[in-house]
């Protein structure tokens, strides 16, 4: 009866170790052994985090690492490679982008394989707030992106944030991509829509600010417009909005 036993919890034992390798491991940190030649800035780029956050969550009081030291790196957690898994399909999955996997994982291309250890962007801290989709974050990171390009992550956070006010407010669309894709007069609300370029493959920042404002951070104090007035004519109507703040080469206006 025990052989019996025994054998059956061995069963159920393999099947579950089984399942489990397939699994993703999720983390709100990892551990990374600081290797030579690095810096906090370059460890901070990689894996599209900030030196600050990396600081405090390794207990580093100046901006000196040497060799062989652990840093913790918050927001990040680890995926184990399941067969048939694409790297597009893995992103996807965690709500990045192809370019940041292989930057976190320093990938010259985009073969990976069944049982390969990734460093993914921790998706506990990657879910639309708000009842918001994987919809919305798609379409919203896409317009900041197009938007603002070269901006300040604040500034990107800003563009994202005139989106969700503009849902928000009985005067536009009540979705994201509606607002995004609104139409007044045969001329599109915003430029990318005509251009093409919303439909380019968003940065990362572009991303993480797409989350950040659905999280409802708005640093527009309640911004229905935003324009750039070296491109935007003295006689546009735009000009006549009350301002609300500043931020990089965008003017945001209620």
Same mark, same amino acid.
């Given at each position: 009866? $025990? ?6 919890? !061995?069963?159920?034992?393999? /099947?579950?170790?089984?399942?489990? %390798? ?6 709100g940190a990892i551990s990374y052994r600081v ?10 780029? $990689?894996?599209?985090?900030s030196v600050a956050e990396i600081k405090q ?10 060799? +062989? $030291?652990?840093?913790?790196?918050? +927001?990040?957690? &680890?995926?184990?490679? *399941? ?36 460093? /993914?962007?921790?998706?506990? %801290? ?6 918001? !989709? ?13 938007? *603002?390009? +070269?901006?300040?992550?604040?500034? &990107? ?26 139409? /007044?007069?045969?001329?599109? &609300?915003? %430029? ?17 600010? *797409? ?10 104090? +309640?911004?229905l417009y935003f324009y750039n007035p070296q491109?935007? %004519?003295?006689?546009?109507?735009? $000009? !006549?909005?009350? /301002? ?8 945001? *206006?209620?």
């Open positions: 009866m $025990r052989k019996i036993t025994k054998t059956i919890l !061995s069963a159920i034992l393999t /099947v579950i170790l089984a399942v489990a %390798s397939t699994l993703t491991a999720w983390a290797k030579s030649g690095d810096t906090l800035w370059g460890i901070a780029n $990689r894996f599209d985090a969550a390794s207990g580093v009081a100046g901006d000196t690492i040497h060799p +062989g $030291r652990q840093l913790t790196i918050p +927001g990040v957690a &680890q995926y184990r490679v *399941a067969s048939g898994d694409t790297l597009w399909q893995i992103a996807r999955k965690f709500n990045t982008t192809v370019y940041l996997l292989q930057k976190m994982n320093d990938l010259p291309g985009s073969q990976i394989y069944a049982g390969q250890i990734l460093y /993914v962007p921790d998706k506990s %801290s990657s879910q639309p707030a708000g009842g918001y !989709s994987q919809a919305d974050v798609y379409w919203l990171s896409r317009i900041i992106n197009a938007e *603002a390009r +070269g901006e300040s992550q604040l500034g &990107q956070i800003a563009v994202g944030a005139v989106i969700l006010n503009r849902v928000n407010s009985p005067q536009f669309p009540g979705t994201i991509k509606d607002v995004i894709f609104q139409y /007044v007069n045969g001329i599109p &609300q915003f %430029s990318p829509v005509e251009d093409g370029t919303i439909y380019m493959e968003p940065t990362p920042s572009a991303v993480k600010a *797409a989350y950040s404002a659905l999280a409802g951070n708005d640093p527009t104090y +309640g911004a491109l935007t %004519s003295y006689h546009n109507w735009v $000009r !006549s909005r009350p /301002v609300t703040v500043v931020i990089g080469n965008h003017v945001f *206006a209620k």
